[in-house]
Nanobody, 122 residues
Framework: VQLVESGGGSVEAGGSLRLSCAAS????????VAWFRQGLGKGPEGVATITSAGTTTYADSVKGRFTISQDNAKNTLYLQMYTLKPEDTAMYYC??????????????????WGQGTQVTVS
């Protein structure tokens, strides 16, 4: 399994960004895929996750501002981020775990990780 993130960058507070994660080697079903982030000097934080069927879960800190989605035909995961705040500044990682479930948790241990893409909000 290979996960490759893109779309990070610098944006002013209140702005928007869309992150992408190209996945290879991951079956179309039986997965949870997620976005995590880690700010400088902070621990990792789960941001959002989605099941193969499209059920989503969000961290309270991003609810109403971020949207996770996937395009199974393109094997790509997205994170659309609106109304960005300076506290959203972090390295954002795409992650996946093989599991047959109707619900994904950000508390689970994810097996596969990308290299990350930096988001800076000023």
């Amino acid at each position: 399994v290979q996960l490759v993130e893109s779309g990070g960058g610098s944006v002013e507070a209140g702005g928007s960004l869309r992150l992408s994660c190209a996945a290879s080697g991951l079956p179309a079903s039986g997965n949870c895929v997620a976005w995590f982030r880690q700010g400088l000097g902070k621990g990792p934080e789960g941001v959002a996750t989605i099941t193969s069927a499209g059920t989503t879960t969000y961290a309270d800190s991003v609810k109403g501002r971020f949207t996770i989605s996937q395009d199974n035909a393109k094997n790509t995961l997205y994170l659309q981020m609106y109304t960005l705040k300076p506290e959203d500044t972090a390295m954002y990682y795409c992650a996946a775990v093989r599991v047959h479930t109707n619900f994904c948790s950000l508390r689970w241990s994810y097996s596969y990780w990308g290299q990350g893409t930096q988001v800076t909000v000023s």
